[in-house]
């Protein structure tokens, strides 16, 4: 997740935070004040448009991607799977790829941040900050009481992002050990 387009490396570090910790004011108009840069829910019609933004990230960051076309179906069944995806823009030019899960310790559900990603030109205008606001807010409103995600140690404009709206990466909210994010391909 690079919203802020640095440069992106393993990831090294997971954020978590607590719905309860986390403010929920009503939606409002982004500072620009033009309605088609608010967040929304996509549906299967933005799919082309959405795996053509995933594809572009990957692209960006020198990561491997199966193409738009692979993407948009996969983005499709996600849809169908009770997954939400935030998109910003018309076109869109930014998204959020929120993924649900069954809680452990709660009868709740958890929410794993999986994708931001905002356009390298339409960066820097407050894009990011309103996808996560609306995502946070979603996912309070499905049920979710925590949400966790992993950026790279060097993106420093999205851990500020994700830092200012609460997360943190220590396993107390009074600092503590720093929390590790670990993945392989299997």
């Known amino acids: 997740m690079n919203a802020g387009g640095s440069e992106k490396a ?28 608010q967040p929304r829910s996509a549906d299967v019609s933005d799919s082309d448009a959405v795996a053509l933004l995933l594809h572009d990230f990957n692209t960006e960051y020198d990561e491997p991607t199966p193409g738009a076309a692979v993407l948009a179906q996969r983005l499709r069944l996600l849809l169908q799977r009770d997954n939400d ?26 929410c794993y941040l999986a994708e931001l990603y905002v356009a390298p030109d ?9 996808l996560m606001e609306h995502a946070i807010r979603l996912a309070k409103e499905r049920g979710a009481t925590s949400m966790d995600l992993g950026t790279a140690h060097d993106d420093v404009a999205a851990r500020a992002l994700y830092e200012s ?22």
């Open 10 to 37: 393993a990831p090294s570090g997971t954020v978590m935070v607590a719905a309860d910790r986390v403010r929920h004011d009503a939606p409002r108009l982004a500072p620009w004040g033009r309605m088609d840069d």
């Open 85 to 110: 995806i935030l998109v910003i823009g018309e076109p869109p030019h930014g998204l959020a790829i929120l993924r649900y899960r069954d809680a452990i310790w709660s009868q709740s559900l958890e």
């Open 122 to 130: 339409h960066r820097g205008q407050g894009r990011g900050r309103a």
């Open 165 to 186: 709206l609460g997360f943190r990466n220590t396993d107390q909210s009074s600092g503590g050990s720093v929390n590790y994010f670990y993945e392989r391909d299997l």
